[in-house]
């Protein structure tokens, strides 16, 4: 999937590499180039299923079947077409939806049906299939005016194993709200205490350090804490903690955080030179599984 876009005026593409059949998903950008023929692989491999894309200007990510594989942010960006082609034989495009969200939004002029059908060239020309822009079925616009606050993400497991605290740092959570306070909220069930960590777009290496909450259940304690990230622990954990499900919530307003268990409050922390732009869940041990997540903001990036 490519999507072309214009950053400081050079026609450039970003394109997404769903390699199903290896697991792999990529992101690369650069100058468009359609004069490349590569022979089509002897075989691969057949999927069936969703694909989300979200762009809101600064954060760039790709779901599939509503897990996320790619988060990236890419900057200075208008996306102006999106192609689509398979790596071999063909794909069928179906239900598609591009919803547009600000003031600049400009509904199109044509409508083409929801449902096409996408096959590489046979001949060797330079211009892709003429079908193989996908055109959206439903066309919505937001006035910035009325901008959506509510910006929910997917559900996902994380897993801490062998050890304990076991952080995934390819998969942060990206806070998408365009001024400072935003208030999360998600369902967890856990087996295992539970912590939740923010840190700046840097990530938890960043030499600004990170905050990270502690959520503990099975002790009834909860405080959150400022330090500088080290590396994932390497010790395994050999006492048992009772598992927990319910809903948590965490507010921050004017540089405090807060923490609530099921509307309760329990902790707050006061955070000094530190932007909170990406967060990391993870259980002391076991597996945590994080559904019915969303952040309410003033307002979205780029919305």
């Known amino acids: 999937m490519q999507l072309q876009s214009s950053i400081d005026s050079v026609l450039t593409v ?3 590499a769903l390699k199903f059949s290896e697991g792999i998903f990529e992101h690369t950008t650069g100058v468009f180039d359609n004069s490349k023929n590569t022979p089509a692989p002897s075989s691969s491999r057949a999927f069936k299923g969703r694909i989300r ?3 809101t200007g600064y954060f760039f990510n790709v779901y599939v079947d509503g ?26 495009i179906s239900n598609g939806v591009v919803s547009c969200y600000g003031g600049n939004c400009q509904e199109p002029s044509t409508t083409r049906p929801s449902t096409s059908s996408v096959a590489p060239p046979t001949t060797s020309a330079a211009a892709p299939p003429a079908n193989s822009a996908v055109a959206p079925s ?18 996902f497991l994380v897993v801490s194993k062998p050890f304990i605290k076991m952080y995934d740092l390819s998969r942060p959570i990206l806070v998408p709200c365009a001024s400072s306070d935003f208030q999360l909220d998600f369902d967890v069930a856990t087996e295992s205490d539970l912590y939740v960590t923010f840190s700046d777009a840097s ?33 395994t954990n050999s006492v048992t903690q009772p ?11 004017n540089g405090i955080l807060s923490l609530y268990v099921s509307n309760e409050f329990e ?8 932007d909170l732009k990406k967060v990391y869940i993870t259980p002391h041990s076991g597996v945590a599984k994080i559904s019915n997540g969303t952040f309410a903001c003033s307002s979205v990036i780029k919305c």
Do not use: M, W
């Open 53 to 55: 894309v979200v762009y």
């Open 67 to 92: 897990e996320s594989k790619i988060s990236r942010t890419i900057e200075n960006s208008t996306i102006t077409q999106i192609l689509v082609a398979p790596l071999q034989g063909q794909a069928s």
């Open 138 to 155: 439903s066309y919505s616009t937001v006035s910035s005016k009325s901008c959506d606050s509510i910006s929910p993400f997917n559900d």
């Open 267 to 274: 902790a707050s922390f006061k955070i000094r030179n530190l």
């Open 203 to 235: 990530g938890l290496s960043s030499g600004s350090g990170y905050v990270e909450s502690f959520f503990g259940f099975s002790s009834g304690n909860y405080f959150i804490k400022r330090a500088q990230f080290n590396g994932n622990d390497k010790s």
């Open 14 to 16: 970003n394109e997404i």
């Open 243 to 253: 598992s927990y499900s319910g809903h948590l919530t965490i507010n921050y307003t």
